[in-house]
């Protein structure tokens, strides 16, 4: 049984949901993340009727599917909150159509939290299962509880093509975070139920939607066995790692594909969200995870329906929290978790831009500043070049700061490792430079250096344009 | 009695100290910050034999004094961390014959407690006190703790001029922050002394130098009556204020005014560093102040003289801390610190630069990526003008980003208000000229905005280049 007998009466076909709920709303929010556990059937209502939701707000739990930005796309929407998945939502950001602040993971829950705004008039989240206690989610927390919080209705899509998966949920109030502490990553604090006051319930609707893989994010890049080598390598040597240190894997190919070459067994993972193939790894190269998600990456469909199908036998080892704990400085920085952050660019310094393509969004800034602000070392990990190397992902200065110089401790490419701690801007852009620039791009950014004048952060304001021209 | 008897032998003259353990040595720190308790004689050896000092790293507690800089003004100092506070070492960095990171208050304490560089030869601080468990401080904990730890030796000046001040402290190792939790900000979790390996203690001086004001910090400006209002309707109207929750006030004259103006009595205040005026206004204004040092602003020298005389009363309500503690993205997100962050400037957008005028650094970084990544809400707060009015300290773009955007929820001037949540960066924009920008800068920057391709956060170079020749 899905759902208590008292809760009967909010079982509605679509249709019904579409004209007695949704029509003519102004906000609505969607939970899922990463692609996973995002509502399927709701978001067809939206494809079927786009007349009924001009200049509608769009809040999401983070990046969802591809047929959720189909659904979207003959949408007017006029605000997007706060993370962006495809093409067509990008454009309408850029291009000025769509409003959008690119929050961060953290600061969103917790602004929701907060009660800053007007009352989101619906949000729509997946679970497995309505018990007399609460909702049992599927495979994805993320802003969830805290939209649920900032929404005056709920509507729930109950997927019956899922096992209910009780066990694997810790759910807190951000409020009480402080009352608790984790003693392990992986000890829970909170309720495997998401507790909501059944009021505010005013639908349900059964779906038997699969999952699909996760629409941002793309393949591993070539170099990323040598990428892979130079963190371990960069762990082992510059900060001694032990696998009691918990480590935040970025989302995405490169997180997927680092801890196939780890070197070290029983890692603890604390992230804001986990690719479903890592469940494979659980008893040799991984002991624990919390994450806010497990995701699919595309072709990794089959480690999904595994993990679901058995999730009980990791109930020990695998944890999915509200991303208001899974991004909390509080608890990054108290549990001491190693940063391994990846970005689109840096600059000769170390800050990192995560977020924009010249003054053009892409995703947004997911989680980075909530790890990098908090962690107890940062390395910002990627390729060295970018459009198959044909511009330097390392470049003389940023349009755009998401992570602040003083923050980061190394830089990691495919050419090799750079350690800033205790280096002037000058030394860190040499260490930089020398380190983990292509080679193609070294003799331009050691000659750009000579064109600097005195001071403690120097640029060259017309050789960057000249940079930028290239 | 000042020392334990077993200690005796460690008394030394100045001289003696010198030729025995300090000359030709490589690496010294200095405890101290904001000018509050940096030792007094030690930098006078400095002064007197440069020549057996040259290429010598200093690291300091935080900003110094007068007499410090002045007695360093002749060495050839090739690293300097973390802040600086005097015009001489400012250039000296900025011509690059000193190499200095700017690292946040946080991030330098707790770098320094990981063992990331190799020990400092000798650590240099200032105390009441030496007994059997440790050594009970003088008005400033800030950095102490690490440097100990990260020094070989250790010389202490004890200060026979002020009490001995047991009780005011509340000293705990930073690997044991986690096992304890703030109830109130007041709840002490450490101990009174500084407890350190005696063995490392090579020498104790007896001083009787009397306290300066803060070299760092200059006299309020013009506007700050203004400002102030602005700020206290800020916290009334658009978040509720109550005076339950903690608030943060940065360091300087803004900060020691503002308390000054302030409708709200027994506020919690949670900093890095109180100026001794505020000991003033325990009882009615100020409930509580948590914090790294009490510091003394130009002709305030009376507060601090009064408050060492009476600190017992105030045993209950004040309490220093090491920086680690004071500015810990854990405690400071556990506990919701409201956040008042001063800037040089900001962009349009709102991200503020804290620490460079153009390339040049000034003081530093200080705590504010510490305070803004982590608080529960943020506001920056400064004057719209610099140079008499002659610059606009809201500007197209940032040379140097120290906090970015997302961050940032409200900017505050003597002009008004900009509240920044939900809104998109051109939202943000429109929000922060037309309420904080300075009347004769508004019409500039809004035709800045006309020039403005399409783009999540636009920029345009030309313009930005022309607005910096103006």
């Avoid at 200065?397 to 002037?424: N, Q």
Wanted: glycine residues 6%; charged residues 25%.
């Amino acid at each position: 049984m899905r759902i208590p007998p008292k809760l009967e009466s909010k079982v509605m076909d679509p249709e019904d949901v579409f004209k007695k709920i949704l029509k003519n709303k102004k906000s609505i929010a969607f939970g899922g993340m990463g692609g996973q556990s995002v509502p399927k059937i709701i978001p067809l209502i939206f494809k079927e009727h786009p007349q009924y939701f001009k200049g509608i707000q769009v809040y999401s739990g983070g990046g969802m599917t591809k047929s959720f930005d189909d659904a979207m796309r003959n949408i007017e929407i006029s605000r997007r909150f706060y993370y962006l998945s495809d093409k067509k939502s990008r454009d309408d950001v850029n291009n000025g159509k769509t409003m959008m602040m690119d929050y961060s993971v953290y600061k969103y829950s917790k602004l929701l939290s907060l009660n800053s705004m007007d009352k989101i008039d619906v949000a729509v989240l997946e679970a497995t299962e309505v018990n007399s206690k609460g909702i049992i989610l599927s495979l994805s927390v993320d802003a969830t509880p805290a939209l649920c919080n900032a929404s005056k209705k709920i509507i729930i899509e109950i997927n019956r093509s899922k096992p209910v998966l009780t066990g694997l949920h810790d759910i807190t109030d951000i409020n009480s975070v402080r009352e608790h502490q984790f003693k392990k990553i992986i000890s829970r604090i909170g309720k495997r139920e998401l507790r909501i006051n059944q009021n505010k319930i005013a639908a349900i609707i059964y779906s038997d939607g699969s999952e699909e893989s996760a629409a941002s994010y793309g393949k591993p890049p070539e170099e990323i066995n040598s990428i892979a080598e130079n963190i371990w390598s960069m762990l082992d040597e510059k900060i001694k790692f032990k696998n009691t240190m918990p480590v935040q894997v970025g989302a995405g190919s490169i997180a997927s594909s680092l801890i196939d070459k780890s070197p070290f067994n029983d890692l603890k993972i604390w992230c804001e969200i986990a690719p479903a193939r890592w469940t494979e790894y659980i008893g040799h190269k991984i002991k624990y995870i919390s994450a806010s998600a497990i995701y699919t990456l595309q072709g990794e469909e089959v480690y999904t329906k595994k993990f679901m199908e058995n999730y009980l036998d990791y109930s020990g080892n695998i944890v999915l929290r509200p991303n208001y704990i899974t991004n909390s400085p509080e608890i990054i920085s108290g549990l001491g978790v190693i940063v391994l952050q990846q970005a689109i660019e840096i600059d000769i310094f170390g800050s990192a831009n995560v977020s924009h393509i010249r003054e053009n969004i892409y995703n947004g800034v997911g989680g980075s500043i909530d790890f990098c602000s908090s962690g107890k070392y940062v390395a910002i990990v990627m390729p060295s070049t970018a459009m198959n190397g044909k511009i330097s992902r390392i470049v003389p200065m940023l349009s755009c700061v998401d992570i602040p110089r003083m923050l980061v401790d190394f830089v990691v490419t495919e050419i090799g490792i750079a350690d800033l701690r205790w280096k002037d801007p000058r030394e860190r852009a040499v260490e930089i430079i020398k380190n983990c620039v292509h080679p193609n791009f070294k003799d331009s950014l050691l000659r750009y250096m000579n064109y600097l004048n005195a001071g403690h952060l120097p640029y060259n304001i017309n050789e960057i344009i000249k940079w930028n021209k290239n």
